[in-house]
Every structure is written in structure tokens, then in C-alpha cells.
């Protein structure tokens, strides 16, 4: 999630929704979007914080190909404003009832990044009925901590906590303390065999602000992922050192084809 744009200092373009669609789920009012006619319907998870214009490069791209959703889960964009701690498991509960509230009843594609990858997974294990596929842009794992660790342990924790003080001073989210946990998530065979696509930045850096964007750093990261993805027996890890962690902003071509390949395997 933020070892992502914190660090980086990321800031991806607010757009404005002129007239947003809304639909209560449990209680809260989020916007969401939906476009395109295909038979494959695929749900957009945003990351950590970050409300539907985060897919904005490739959403109409997807609707080409298929019936996208995208919306901001509650707290973000333009949904119920509301600060309480969720889980991703929480978030996961939300999707699915998002999906039930929306009438449709066929497994989809969700396409996640960042935190929502983490939502993803917790997603593709409660709710294996309603996904048929999975893939996640430069997601946020429980293990990142232990690659700062693993390199050198004692400044690591040092910069562990001065990441999570940083993070407290940006606002407290409300995924922040699970985001923190570092709670084990769900990997094969949790989540069932389906085509899933991992599409990991491992852009290097000239002056890396932390342990985590070192060479070593960028190298264990993508190993990490590597060995998740490949655990499925229809996973595929990709790794790109042209894009930083906003894949869809600086790869959305790239973005996109992983997807049209993911999608010719539900084809087979």
C-alpha cells in the first residue's frame, strides 16, 4: 500500500465525477461506475486510500473488452465518508455484497492494486463462486517488512518505524492498522486454481529513500511475487522495471495486454 506512493511521493490525478452512481451496501453509500457490454465482467479494487480515478487510464480501455466496474470503497472518494478500521477482509465482504446490490451473478475478473490486492485475495478465498480470475498490480504483500529485515536487520527496524510514524502523520487510514498487522493473507491452495497475473515493479532507483528500494531490495521484491504467482498452476509473474508503483499510469498498455492474455485463458 504506501511503501508504494509514501516514499515515492506518488500522487495520481483526482478526477471529478460529474454524476457519480451510488449504491448502498451495508449500510453505506459508495459510488461506483460501470461501463462496457462484454461477457466477462471485471471489478477494479483501488489501493490503499484511493477512491475509482485511480483506474482512470485504463477504464475505458477495459470497457472495450468487457463490462467494467470500478468504485471507492467506504471512506474514499466520493463514498460514505466514515473513519473506522476495516480489514481487507472487511473490504472483501463489501465487494461481494457490492457485486449482489449491483445484480450480477456470473464469477468475474477483479484487477487490484496495491492494498487491493490485498482485499483480492481475501476476496478470491471467502467468495471462490464469484471470481474466475485474478490480477494484481505491484500489490501490497504482509512480507515487504521482511525484506528491509533481511537485508540488514537493525536498520531495518529502524526504518520499519520510521515508515509507520510517517504513515500516522499522513492521517491515520482506515486500513491503517491492518495494513500494519502484517497478518498472514490467503495463498494457494486457500485461493483456488484460476488464471492469475502478478505484474510486480522492480524499477530501480538512483537515490533510494530506504532499504526497500534498493538493487537488493527491487530484486527480492519481484522474487517474492515471482514465487506467489507461480505457486498457481495458471499464475504468471511479470515483472517491469519501466514502471514505479502506479503500473496502470505508467504501463497502461502493458496493464491492458496482460489482461487480454489473462482473459484468452478463461477462453480455453
Do not use: C
Not at 477495459?62 to 460514505?80: L, M, Q, W
Not at 445484480?103 to 477483479?110: A, D, E, H, L, S
Not at 538512483?206 to 534498493?214: C, Q, R, S, V
Amino acid at each position: 500500500m504506501k511503501f508504494g506512493w509514501l516514499f515515492l511521493a506518488l500522487v495520481f490525478p483526482v478526477v471529478a465525477f460529474a454524476n457519480p452512481d451510488f449504491v448502498k451496501v451495508k449500510g453505506y453509500d459508495l459510488e461506483y461506475e460501470i461501463a462496457g457490454n462484454g461477457s466477462e465482467v471485471i471489478l477494479l479494487e483501488a489501493g490503499g486510500s484511493a477512491g475509482m480515478s485511480e483506474w482512470e487510464p485504463v477504464f475505458e480501455k477495459i470497457s472495450e473488452h468487457a463490462k467494467v466496474i470500478r468504485y471507492s470503497r467506504v471512506g474514499n472518494g466520493n463514498s460514505t465518508a466514515i473513519k473506522q478500521h476495516f480489514t481487507s477482509r472487511d473490504y472483501a465482504d463489501q465487494a461481494s455484497a457490492l457485486l449482489t446490490e449491483l445484480g450480477i451473478r456470473q464469477p468475474v475478473i477483479v484487477v487490484a492494486h496495491s492494498y487491493g490486492g490485498s482485499i483480492a485475495r481475501d476476496f478470491a478465498a471467502a467468495y471462490p463462486e464469484q471470481i474466475k480470475a485474478l490480477m494484481m498490480l505491484d500489490p501490497s504483500s504482509e512480507h515487504d517488512v521482511d525484506i528491509l529485515r533481511a537485508i540488514d536487520l537493525e536498520k531495518g527496524n529502524e526504518e520499519i518505524a520510521q515508515i509507520k510514524l510517517a504513515d500516522m502523520k499522513h492521517g491515520m487510514s482506515n486500513q491503517y492498522l491492518d495494513f500494519w498487522s502484517k497478518r498472514p493473507l490467503p495463498d494457494y491452495p486457500q485461493i483456488k486454481d484460476m488464471p492469475v497475473t502478478v505484474i510486480t515493479s522492480v524499477k530501480k532507483m538512483e537515490n533510494p529513500p530506504n532499504l526497500f528500494f534498493t538493487d537488493r531490495g527491487r530484486k527480492m521484491w519481484g522474487e517474492l511475487w515471482q514465487k506467489w504467482a507461480n505457486a498457481f498452476p495458471q499464475g504468471k509473474s511479470v515483472l517491469t522495471e519501466k514502471s514505479g508503483h502506479f503500473v496502470q499510469f505508467d504501463e497502461p498498455d502493458l496493464v491492458m495486454s496482460e489482461l487480454l492474455a489473462l482473459m484468452l485463458k478463461l477462453d480455453k
